[in-house]
C-alpha cells in the first residue's frame, strides 16, 4: 500500500513501475527457492544499465537454507555445523555479482538471519565477510528498551578508515569502542558484586559508557514520518558535528559522571 501511494508501484500502468518483486515461499521446493535470490539479481543486473539500482534480500539465511536442503538431497558430506561443503562457493556466486560499473550500479540491503545469535556461526560469518558494512541488533539492548539496539561493539563498517572519515572521526569511534568494549567486559562483575566493588577508574568508565549508550538511542516519545524527500549532499565538516557529543562524554569530568551532567 505505500508503495502504491509514494508511486514506487503504479497499479494502472506497471510499467512505469519501479520495483520488482520476487518471491520464493518456504512451501516451494529448495531448489526453486535457492534460485530465487541469483533470478532478483538477474533482474537488477538488467535495470542497473545507465541506473542505480536498490536491491533488497530478506531473509538471506533463507538462500543458504535452502542451498543445505539441496545439498542433503544431492547426499553431499554436510561440513561444519551441518550446513553444504558448498557454502562459501554458493555465497560468492551470489554476492560477488553485486558491483557497480561505468553505466550504473547496484547497492545491496541484506537481512541475515544469525542462528542462535552466534556471529561465527558458517552462515552469517561467510556472509559478512562479502558485506562492506554490518548493522548488528542486539537482544540484550532490546531487553533494556534501548531502540534502535544496534551493537556498535559488533557492527562493523569498510568506511571507518582514517582516509576516508578523518583522523579525528577514527580516533573518536575507537576510543568510543574501547569504552563500550571495556564496560561490556565489567558487566558480570557488576551483576555479582554491584557497582562500588569498581575501582574508581571503571566506575568512570562505566558513566561514560552508560551515557555512549544512551546517546545512541532514541526515546519512545520521538517520532519520525516516512516522506520522501531530495537528496541532499553533507559535508564532511558538517558530518563531523556528530562526533563532537562523543568527544565530551569521552573527556567529561569526573565531577560531571558523578551528578549525571
Known sequence: MEMKESGVIHEKNLAESKV???????NEPPGARMRVGLTALTMAEYFRDEQDVLLFIDNLFRFVQAGSEVSALLGRMPSAVGYQPTL???????????????????????????????????APATTFAHLDATTV???GLAAKGIYPAVDPLDSTSTMLQ????????????????QTSQRYKELQDIIAI???????????FTVARARKIERFLSQPFFE?????????????????GVSIHPFRRIRRSSRAVLLFGG
Do not use: C, W
Open 20 to 26: 520488482a518483486l520476487v518471491y520464493g515461499q518456504m
Open 88 to 122: 562459501s562457493t554458493e555465497m560468492g556466486s551470489l554476492q560477488e555479482r553485486i558491483p557497480s560499473t561505468k553505466e550504473g550500479s547496484i547497492t545491496s540491503i541484506q537481512a541475515v538471519y544469525v542462528p542462535a545469535d552466534d556471529l561465527t556461526d558458517p
Open 137 to 139: 541488533l542486539s537482544r
Open 162 to 177: 582514517p582516509r576516508i572519515v578523518g583522523e579525528e572521526h577514527y580516533e573518536t569511534a575507537q576510543r568510543v569502542k
Open 193 to 203: 558484586l554491584g557497582l562500588d566493588e569498581l575501582s574508581e577508574e571503571d566506575r
Open 223 to 239: 517520532k519520525s514520518l516516512l516522506v520522501l524527500q531530495g537528496n541532499m549532499l553533507v559535508s564532511q565538516k558538517q558530518f
